[in-house]
């Protein structure tokens, strides 16, 4: 079986010479564990964050060790009562084909409403991420215009959906390169979108929103927070959510230039951490589950083969070589 470790810490974008590929024996659950073997695993922005030695909300991983992450397995082995063999269960060891697990550190996972994989994606906490930002912390109100940058990826594309099931009359996005551009309008459901590598981003978003924008759903941070601000109508609302344009930045990074319009627009900004807004999952589940079956919640995924490919997928979804969620499939034995 083998797993990835963190072989050094990364300075500004990470290579592949910071991650090894290890072998490692296959453990044997002792009482009150399963041993899983993992089908697909997650890669997520907030794993460069990790990879650097800095105090945050989540520990650093550590030097030398596994990284760790969100994945789904099948349940091969079992001293518990609670979690069968053939068990589909959610955990937080990924970047390894196999794992033993306290049975209590598993979740069984519904396969008949959506396949496994939708629970490191829009059954889980990509979609709630998204809902918790748009229903408590930029609460979408009946008739606004909303902006979700990085609008092409995981969150955004789900972001783009919730928006309008909350009432929104316009949604935007902004994603890199024409052909992601496209597909939002297209496919994921955007009535406009920008490329923000095609020209100015402030113009780009006037010319989308003509009479302004009510809410902003930030992936990005940086200049797309920078031409919200100036786009944000009186009583505006922003969710920060994610600051993805300067993960890899070596040093501070000079932040917007024009918060002050935050006071006389009366705009609110508030940050959040998905993990604090669990209370909202078992509500969330419920209306995903609907979406999904009536088709209305329609998401997107770029799956990556095989667990040597792993670290390419983490570099690729820093790069935006990702359309909705970025996955790793890991077909082990
Ligand atoms: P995505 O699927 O959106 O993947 C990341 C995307 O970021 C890439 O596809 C790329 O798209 C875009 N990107 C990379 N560099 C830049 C740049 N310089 N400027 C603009 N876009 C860039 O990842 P997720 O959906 O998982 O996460 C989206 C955001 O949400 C991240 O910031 C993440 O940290 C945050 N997040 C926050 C959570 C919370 O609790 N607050 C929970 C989960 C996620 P493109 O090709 O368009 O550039």
Redesign the pocket.
């Known amino acids: 079986s083998r797993e990835i470790r963190l072989a050094a810490r990364p300075v500004g974008e990470p290579r592949p010479s910071d991650f090894t590929l290890a072998e490692v024996a296959v453990g044997e659950p002792q009482a009150g564990e399963v041993l899983v073997r993992n089908d697909w695993m997650s890669v997520?922005?907030?794993m460069r964050g990790r990879m650097n030695d800095v105090k945050s909300y989540t520990p650093p991983f550590k030097l030398g060790a596994a990284l760790d992450g969100a994945a789904v397995g099948t349940v091969i082995a079992s001293e518990s009562a609670d979690v069968p063999v053939g068990a589909t269960v959610l955990h937080g060891a990924g970047w390894r084909e196999h794992a033993v697990l306290p049975a209590g550190h598993v979740r069984i996972v519904d396969t008949s409403i959506a396949p496994a994989q939708a629970y490191l994606g829009a059954l889980g906490?990509?979609g709630l991420?998204a809902y918790a930002g748009l229903v408590r912390i930029a609460p979408v109100e009946k008739g606004d215009v909303v902006f979700v940058?990085?609008a092409?990826?995981?969150?955004?594309i789900l972001a783009g959906r919730i928006a309008r099931h909350l009432g929104a009359s316009r949604v935007i996005g902004s994603?890199?390169?024409p052909d992601?551009a496209r597909r939002l309008v297209e496919e994921f459901g955007y009535d406009a979108a920008i490329d923000?590598r095609a020209g100015d981003l402030a113009e780009q978003l006037a010319a989308a929103a003509p009479d302004g924008i009510d809410v902003y759903f930030d992936?990005?941070g940086g200049d797309?927070l920078q031409a919200a601000l100036g786009a944000l109508n009186t009583n505006g609302r922003v969710a920060l959510?994610?600051?993805?344009?300067v993960y890899n930045a070596a040093g501070p990074v000079p932040g917007p230039n024009n918060l002050g319009l935050a006071i006389g627009k009366r705009l609110s900004l508030r940050g959040?951490?998905?993990?604090d807004h669990q209370d909202l999952a078992t509500e969330y589940a419920q209306l995903a589950a609907g979406w999904l079956a009536d088709g209305s919640l329609k998401y997107s995924e770029t799956v990556v083969d095989g667990i040597d490919n792993a670290v390419d997928a983490f570099l690729g979804?820093?790069?935006?070589a990702?359309t909705?969620?970025?996955l790793v499939r890991l077909n082990a034995s």
């Open positions: 997520d922005p907030y906490m990509v991420t940058s990085g092409a990826g995981a969150v955004g994603a890199g390169g992601k923000y992936n990005v797309h959510c994610g600051a993805i344009s959040f951490i998905v993990t979804l820093l790069r935006g990702n909705g969620k970025m």
